[in-house]
């Protein structure tokens, strides 16, 4: 697997209250990307970063932010959890943009808001 | 816009038999296609890429897939199912900028011994 860590793995919280998530990658690359996974639905892009401090929404950034202070790590923060973000959040990374290298992804964090 | 789909939700297929899990696109321009496998609790990994030439794509774990233009299709094959193919592959679609990638909604693979 590609180095890529996603913590917490699991999370339960309460709506309203504020949740960061945390994606480490020890590749050196480049490219980092949020999806959310929901049935149905597949993976759906929140945000992306293409390098330190440069990040851009997805298709469903609505509710959440990121901030990319260091290469190696790419944080996804919900402002004020709602039950509708209840879903598996995926981080990956990529080399390349990701029309020409694979993304690689985490293994998932589990996220439910109660 | 960019769209992918994949029509069926399951797909069930006998140990040894050939499997085919289907994927059609829209693109505007030239279609970059990917398919991704996911197994339990993890994330996806990347199997192969069509990006030009040979319509018949090869990636890893001996499956392959074929580029159809005319049809708009990019399914993905395999000879001789595995049970150990049993997972859920998503078909995705280069977006409207390099850095997306639009997925599909994913089809569960069943392979029974």
């Known amino acids: 697997d590609a180095g890529i860590t996603q913590s917490p793995r699991h999370k339960v919280t309460e709506t309203g209250t504020p949740v960061t998530l945390r994606c480490h990658q020890t590749?050196?690359?480049?490219?980092m990307y949020w999806y959310r996974q929901d049935p149905g639905h597949g993976l759906r892009l929140i945000h992306y970063?293409?390098?330190?401090?440069?990040?851009d929404k997805g298709e469903v950034s609505d509710g959440y932010s990121v901030s990319r202070s260091k290469t190696e790590d790419f944080l996804l923060t919900l402002e004020s959890a709602t039950s509708s973000q209840t879903s598996v959040y995926f981080c990956?990374?990529?080399?390349?943009?990701?029309?020409?290298?694979?993304?690689?992804f985490g293994n998932g964090t589990r996220l439910t808001v109660t | 816009a960019q769209s992918v789909a994949q029509p069926e939700d399951q797909v069930n297929v006998a140990e040894g038999n050939p499997l085919t899990v289907k994927c059609t696109y829209s693109?505007?321009?030239?279609?970059?296609l990917f398919w991704y496998v996911q197994y339990p609790n993890r994330g996806l990994q990347f199997l192969l890429k069509?990006?030009?030439?040979?319509?018949l794509v090869k990636g890893s774990y001996g499956f392959e897939a074929e580029f159809n233009k005319s049809q708009t299709s990019f399914h993905l094959k395999k000879p001789s199912a595995l049970v150990s193919d049993s997972a859920l592959y998503f078909c995705?679609?280069?977006?409207?900028?390099?850095?997306?990638?639009?997925f599909g909604s994913g089809t569960r693979l069943l392979v029974r011994p």
């Open positions: 069509y990006i030009t030439g040979d319509n």
């Open positions: 995705a679609v280069r977006g409207d900028s390099s850095y997306k990638l639009i």
């Open positions: 693109v505007s321009g030239n279609p970059y």
């Open positions: 590749e050196n690359h480049r490219y």
């Open positions: 990956a990374i990529s080399e390349e943009g990701s029309y020409n290298s694979p993304l690689h």
């Open positions: 970063s293409y390098g330190v401090k440069d990040t």
